[in-house]
């Protein structure tokens, strides 16, 4: 009997529990994920350089730091739209000056439309596919580097998706793991009470 009441006091705390664990898990994972209708950053560095990335940091620093004082009140993506795309020679004026300040003479474009492209990334355990989404686009110099992104709209830059891990290399990564090897789960509590 003294089993049977223990028993149904776990199943209990378990229940109590459970759901609130599942929650938190949704509502993390809902937090990570890109909306349907977004606006991206991308900058393209002109080479892998220690000193081009670095420029392309500090681009990216400058230009993110001014979008997300201006759309941080905006809730409505058409709205987020219109700002972004009358303050595009803002955006270019930002970029001109970053480089100057870091003595970087290379050549640049600053583009907004809906078809920029993007590979695909993991991040996490999420998987963002390849394709073409509305972006701010940021070429410096040949536009040959490692590219750094992020989400505009809604402010999503503080999530670090550019440290995400390409498909490939992702494939790569899973083929050098060695097989697993077979698992056998036993419960103490069904044990115990010498169901198992």
């Keep these: 009997m003294k089993k049977f ?7 209990s705390i378990i229940l109590f529990v459970a759901p609130h664990l599942f929650s938190i898990e949704r509502s993390i994972g809902a937090y990570e994920m890109i909306p349907d209708e977004a606006i991206r950053l991308r900058i393209l560095a ?11 940091r500090h681009v990216r620093d400058a230009v993110n730091e001014q979008i997300a004082a201006w759309v941080q009140d905006i809730d409505d993506i ?8 009358s303050k595009t020679e803002e955006i270019d004026s930002i970029v001109e000056e970053t480089l100057t300040e870091h003595n970087a003479e290379q050549a640049f474009t ?3 439309n809906d078809n920029v492209q993007f590979p695909t990334k993991i991040y ?4 963002y596919p390849a394709g073409e989404y ?3 686009l940021i070429t410096l ?5 490692s590219n750094w992104w992020c989400v505009l709209f809604p402010p999503l830059c503080f ?9 490939e290399a992702a494939e790569d990564d899973l083929e050098m793991k060695e097989p697993e090897q077979e698992v056998k789960v036993k419960f103490a509590l069904l044990e115990w009470l010498g169901l198992s």
């Design 5 to 11: 009441v223990c028993f149904l006091l776990l199943l």
């Design 46 to 56: 002109n080479s892998d350089t220690d000193e081009d990335q670095q420029v392309k």
């Design 159 to 167: 999530l670090d998706f550019a440290n995400g891990t390409t498909v």
């Design 141 to 145: 110099g040949e536009g040959e580097g």
């Design 78 to 85: 058409d709205e987020a739209r219109e700002l972004i795309a």
């Design 110 to 112: 600053v583009k907004y």
């Design 124 to 127: 996490g355990s999420y998987l």
């Design 134 to 136: 509305e972006a701010v």
